[in-house]
């Protein structure tokens, strides 16, 4: 009931390595916001809170390379402009090689293990003319959790953000975004001619159009419409073309998937009272069909 945004993309499983690391990388953010009530009226979905996360849109002046070495992970950002002053990217990444490590103490015990995960932060945007910017963000990550002999886990997201922003006058501004989101979790057990692969996951793709009017200074009006197509993978299980357990009729076995149409249209005005004092508020209409 925690909806998470990158880019405006939902990332269904925000943490690696069961927990201990999370896949936002600290050097490709450039916002974060997080309500934990009073949720304004342009998110739908969930009831309990909301994670806003926009990613850096890079250096559009200078070349520029940053990065670190750690015990556990490293990681490497490059950033430079496509033109000067009208566009620029980033790209920005991390891996952890604990399974490395440990191969290199006990390489005989640790043969086949594989325990890391790596992601890839990417974004660009280019000025097309004095009222248009265009920007095309995505992000790739996965972890991997598997002992040669035993079987193992990996799962990981993929997002992609199209989005252009239009200004029509002083007033009033367009964002309109194509928004794509994946989650797979692939769960392995036994190993050699003995081995099973489960396979689920989530897919979405999403259309969204958000129009912010600037009434006045103290006053910001916010509507919009937002689609989201949803794909749902309960499971498909796969064995070895030699496996003894199961009869070569049983190789592969899908469990039907299910698809889902998310719509919500919203509405909300802010409202500066004074310097300290603001009023939100709004009204959002949301439906759900299958």
Not at 62 to 84: C, D, V
Not at 110 to 129: S, V
Not at 160 to 166: F, K, M, Q, V
Not at 192 to 211: N, Y
Request: without cysteine; hydrophobic residues 35%.
């Amino acid at each position: 009931q925690n909806l998470i945004l990158l880019d405006e993309a939902n990332v269904y499983n925000p943490s690696h390595l069961l927990g201990f690391f999370s896949v936002f990388n600290s050097d490709a953010i450039k916002d974060v916001t997080i309500y934990k009530g009073g949720i304004p009226a342009q998110y739908g979905g969930r009831l309990s809170s909301v994670l806003d996360i926009k990613m850096n849109d890079g250096n559009n002046q200078a070349y520029k390379f940053t990065g670190g070495i750690g015990l556990i992970a490293s990681r490497l950002t490059f950033e430079g402009p496509i033109k000067k002053s009208k566009g620029s990217f980033i790209i920005s990444g991390r891996r952890t090689y604990a399974d490395m490590l440990l191969r290199l103490l006990r390489p005989s015990t640790y043969k086949g293990t594989k325990l890391y995960f790596y992601d890839l932060n990417l974004k660009a945007n280019y000025q097309l003319g004095e009222k248009d910017r265009i920007f095309l963000s995505g992000y790739f990550g996965k972890d991997n959790f598997s002992f040669s002999n035993f079987g193992g886990d990996n799962w990981g997201n993929s997002t992609g953000t199209l989005r252009w922003n239009h200004l029509f006058n002083d007033k009033l501004f367009l964002n309109s975004s194509l928004v794509f989101s994946n989650y797979a979790n692939n769960i392995v057990l036994g190993a050699g001619d003995t081995q099973f692969q489960i396979t689920t996951g989530v897919r979405d793709f999403s259309l969204k159009e958000g129009f912010e009017y600037f009434i006045n200074s103290q006053n910001t009006l916010k509507f919009g419409v937002e689609s989201i197509f949803h794909t749902f993978i309960p499971g498909q299980v796969t064995t070895n073309t030699a496996s003894t357990i199961a009869p070569r009729a049983l190789l592969s076995r899908t469990i039907q998937q299910e698809h889902a149409l998310e719509n919500g249209i919203y509405i909300s005005d802010e409202y500066a009272l004074s310097k300290k004092i603001n009023i939100m508020y709004g009204v959002r209409f949301s439906m759900f069909t299958e």
